[in-house]
Nanobody
Framework: VQLVESGGGLVQAGGSLRLSCVAS????????MGWYRQAPGKQRDMVAS???????NYADSVKGRFTISRDNAKNTVYLQMNSLKPEDSAVYYC????????????????WGQGTQVTVSS
């Protein structure tokens, strides 16, 4: 599986960005997908996930501000990020093929290279 993220950048607090992740080498429509982020010196945390059926899950810290969606025709998953805060600054990673459990999304070993998001105050 190959995953290529894009859309990161530098934005002021309160601004918006939309991240994209294009997947290849997988039957995208049947794959659960997730977005994670990792700030320097911190662990990689789940931000949002979407099942193959379109059910979504979000970290509490981004609920109401971020929206995950998918376009199976384009093999792409998106993360729309609004009302960005400095604490949202991190490298954002896409994950493909994870398991959807009652405890939330459990990532697979398939990761993209990441895209940097920096939110200035």
């Amino acid at each position: 599986v190959q995953l290529v993220e894009s859309g990161g950048g530098l934005v002021q607090a309160g601004g918006s960005l939309r991240l994209s992740c294009v997947a290849s080498g997988t039957i995208f429509s049947t794959a659960n997908m997730g977005w994670y982020r990792q700030a320097p010196g911190k662990q990689r945390d789940m931000v949002a996930s979407i099942t193959s059926g379109g059910s979504t899950n979000y970290a509490d810290s981004v609920k109401g501000r971020f929206t995950i969606s998918r376009d199976n025709a384009k093999n792409t998953v998106y993360l729309q990020m609004n009302s960005l805060k400095p604490e949202d600054s991190a490298v954002y990673y896409c994950n493909s093929g994870g398991r959807s459990t009652i405890l939330g999304y459990r990532p697979s070993g398939s990761w993209g290279q990441g895209t940097q998001v920096t939110v200035s105050s």
